[in-house]
């Protein structure tokens, strides 16, 4: 399934500033019966958003309107926990399109990747005054550029590099998953084949 193609994202961010956040307080266990990738942003944070009786925790940030926009800011180690590409699924299908933390687990950096999340891993340094930007203005802009791989606080100019494999990259800007990747080499591929010796 293609996604979204990942060029540059320019956009305000929804600060999350826990540490240790892992895959079951990103989507609950209860919620992965279901087999489409749809549906899973309703659950996103599901008990940290909502009380018992569904009624929405006003203290919690997805619930406070002056917060909006593509970029999930999160604390240390953002996704540890269990392997569940679930989480991925409920980030993107909330409308995230970009991650930022001082620290990713692999398998959900992983699943990120696969799904179409930008995971944009900072210093702790520029976590930090990503967080403070936010305090101060919570409709500051941040640009993810992922030709140049960097991130930019667009109020201040402050900018930092990241590091992304260079095929997941190059799939992130065509919108290919592993399988599109493929169908795209189809022409390669015949030509190999007309010109291998059996």
Not at 41 to 64: A, H, S
């Amino acid at each position: 399934m293609a996604y979204d193609k990942f060029t540059l994202l320019r956009s305000t961010a929804v600060p999350l500033p826990i540490e240790n956040v892992d895959t079951d307080q990103i989507i609950p266990a209860r919620f992965l019966k279901a087999t489409k990738r749809e549906g899973f942003g309703d659950n996103l944070f599901r008990d940290w958003r909502y009380n018992g009786e569904d009624t929405p925790k006003t203290d919690f940030v997805l619930n406070n309107p002056i917060y909006k926009g593509k970029i999930l800011v999160g604390g240390h180690n953002f996704g540890s926990g269990s392997s569940r590409e679930h989480a991925a699924w409920a980030i993107y299908d909330y409308g995230f399109r970009c991650v930022v933390s001082s620290f990713f687990a692999d398998i959900f950096k992983g699943n990120s990747l696969n799904i179409g999340i930008l995971p944009v891993q900072v210093s702790a340094e520029f976590l930090d005054k990503i967080f403070q930007a936010i305090e101060a203005d919570p409709n500051a802009e941040f640009e993810v550029n992922l030709e140049k791989q960097t991130i930019t606080i667009v109020g201040s100019g402050e900018s930092e590099s990241f590091d992304i494999n260079g095929y997941k990259k190059h799939n992130m800007i065509n919108g290919f998953d592993d399988i599109d990747y493929l169908q795209a080499m189809k022409g390669d591929i015949k030509e190999f084949e007309a010109v291998r010796i059996y």
